[in-house]
């Protein structure tokens, strides 16, 4: 069974930062690609940066140049280290871990206000 579970959210003041961790179990994490997403109150789930297992990465436009995805295989965790947050940022956040399919977590809150 594939589990997930998302760590790092809460409350930061706009320009601050924040780093998302999201460990993984029951499937071989070195081999998937992993990603975060984000979901605010009556939009779809978006896409916000992923990393294949040879460590490319992809990024939303809005987020380039602030956000950083990682990954260490050694400990089944990928990373997402935010930066200059912003108000529209606020959104709760998903780690997913695709093996034939998207496997997600249960998402943890980030919410950037002064």
């Known amino acids: 069974q594939v589990q997930l579970v998302e760590s790092g959210g809460g409350l930061v003041q706009p320009g601050g930062s924040l780093r998302l961790s999201c460990a993984v179990s029951?499937?071989?994490?070195?081999?998937?690609?992993m990603g975060w997403f984000r979901q605010s109150p009556g939009k779809q789930r978006e896409l916000v940066a992923t990393i294949t297992s040879g460590e490319s990465t992809n990024y939303a436009d809005s987020v380039k140049g602030r956000f950083t995805i990682s990954r260490d295989n050694t400990k089944n965790t990928v990373y997402l280290q935010m930066n200059s947050l912003k108000p529209e940022d606020t959104a709760v956040y998903y780690c997913?871990?695709?093996?034939?399919?998207?496997?997600w977590g249960q998402g943890t809150q980030v919410t950037v206000s002064s």
């Open positions: 997913g871990s695709y093996g034939l399919r998207w496997y």
């Open positions: 029951g499937t071989i994490f070195s081999i998937n690609t």
